[in-house]
């Protein structure tokens, strides 16, 4: 009888980091562990690019004859964050047996900041707290210090990105239904990217969670050839927590994030982007929302297809998206399946007008359990387009 062949086949990288990491989380809340874990690869992330540009600056060879590798002049030119002596990478693991481990860390958080604008009151300052123990971070400094492959720049941004993308997900699934406040499915996301072709122009989400949307355009950009620097980005968040995240999620991507700013008003009580006419919306807004303070806006000058109700945002939403695009703007975005067929308090009036006004391009029907207990459809509207009703699926 024959031997059965051996399964030599290992697990990715980022589900035997997650294992690991997850073992180590103990007695942590998912949704606090997340800023503990995705701070060290955002750290990690930064001190790889800085370590490799320092490397090159102290050679000073070339392009880089008589630089100062400490001036931090010298890495904004390139887009790469300066990271200062007590925050490198190196230096940290030097010191991950140590007791005072978590102080060091925050110290470094601190530091990272100081010296970089753009990331002021990003960066989580958790690692001194009593409910993780110096040995649990020491063991987690070690697991992410092993995660980037190869010595490049580009290749660890790759394997970096990948790994925390992978971890915004295993966290928003740890956390529950919450987890959808942050986090996206990527099957979802990637379908409204390929739907509405990004290649070019603004794109803007008003609810942008951890940034996935904006991530995915721009791999798309990449993936087609085409040229990243043609889009630019514009976000909103109003949970501060979540914006950090984002933040972060595109920091480690070196995407410009200087536009994705955080009130917690939200976008419908303090638009960050009043006057922003976008080439793309894509957006993943909170669903049958009834705290969205409608009472304060029944005579808003973006309800131009009707006044939604108080107790729901779903179509205050859509013409929030509708009013922040430009004349050819598409939009596409994920709402409840009940806001298809809900006639309270004018909603049925206000998906008419929409449908009347030529709004609607398409409605996509997903699978069940693509979210956390909750059913959705994903839209695309694209102004003065027909439409053609046909079952599940509204398309061209």
Same mark, same amino acid.
């Given at each position: ?5 051996? #399964?030599? *086949? ?9 294992? =690991? =990491? /997850? ?7 998912? !949704?606090? @562990? ?28 070339? +392009? @880089?004859?008589? !630089? ?14 300066? $990271? ?5 990478? &190196? *230096? ?38 009593? #409910?993780?123990?110096? %040995? ?51 099957? $979802? ?9 990004? @290649? ?14 904006? $991530? ?6 990449? /993936? ?17 927590? *979540? ?7 595109? !920091? ?10 955080? #009130? ?7 638009? #960050? ?5 976008? /080439? ?9 929302? &009834?705290?969205?303070?409608? +009472? ?10 009707? %006044? ?32 298809? *067929? ?6 049925? +009036?206000?998906?008419? =007008? ?19 207990? %909750? ?22």
């Amino acid at each position: 009888m024959a031997k059965a062949k051996k #399964n030599n *086949t290992e697990e990715p990288i980022e589900k035997q980091l997650w294992k =690991a =990491a /997850d073992k180590l989380r103990k007695n942590i809340d998912a !949704a606090e @562990y997340k800023h503990i874990i995705l701070g060290l690869i955002f750290l990690k992330y930064i001190s790889d690019a800085f370590e490799e540009l320092f490397e090159k600056l102290n050679l000073g060879e070339g +392009d @880089y004859a008589g !630089a100062d590798p400490e001036d931090k002049d010298e890495y904004k030119a390139e887009n790469v964050f300066f $990271v200062p002596e007590n925050a490198r990478w &190196s *230096t940290l693991q030097s010191k991950a047996k140590l007791p005072e481990i978590g102080k060091a860390v925050d110290e470094a958080m601190d530091a990272i900041e100081k010296d970089n604008p753009s990331l002021r009151d990003v960066l989580p300052k958790v690692y001194a707290r009593g #409910n993780l123990d110096p %040995t649990s971070l020491g063991s987690l400094i070690d697991l992410v210090g092993n995660i980037a492959l190869g010595d490049a720049k580009a290749r660890s941004a790759d394997v970096l990105g990948h790994v925390f993308e992978y971890f915004l997900g295993e966290f928003a699934l740890a956390e529950g239904k919450k987890g959808g406040q942050f986090y996206t499915p990527r099957s $979802v996301v990637e379908l409204l990217v390929d739907m509405l072709e990004p @290649y070019k122009g603004r794109v803007f989400d008003p609810c942008c969670g951890s940034g996935g949307m904006f $991530v995915q355009s721009e791999k798309f950009v990449a /993936d087609h050839q085409g040229r990243v620097n043609d889009i630019s980005i514009y976000g909103q968040e109003s949970n501060q927590t *979540t914006w950090r995240l984002a933040k972060m999620n595109l !920091a480690i991507r070196g995407i410009d994030s200087s536009q994705v700013k955080w #009130n917690n008003e939200g976008s419908f009580l303090n638009d #960050n982007h009043k006057d922003l006419k976008a /080439d793309y919306v894509i957006a993943n807004p909170p669903f049958n929302d &009834s705290d969205w303070s409608g +009472d304060l806006l029944r005579k808003d000058g973006r309800w131009k297809h009707g %006044t939604p109700p108080t107790g729901n945002a779903n179509y205050a939403w859509i013409q929030h998206f509708l009013y922040h695009l430009s004349p050819s703007g598409q939009a596409g975005f994920v709402l409840a399946k009940g806001a298809l *067929t809900s006639k309270t308090s004018g909603e049925g +009036d206000i998906r008419k =007008a929409l449908i009347e006004a030529r709004l609607v391009d398409c409605i996509v029907n997903l699978p069940a359990k693509l979210f956390l207990n %909750t059913q959705v459809y994903p839209y695309a509207t694209e102004p003065m387009k027909s439409f053609l009703l046909m079952p599940a699926i509204w398309g061209i």
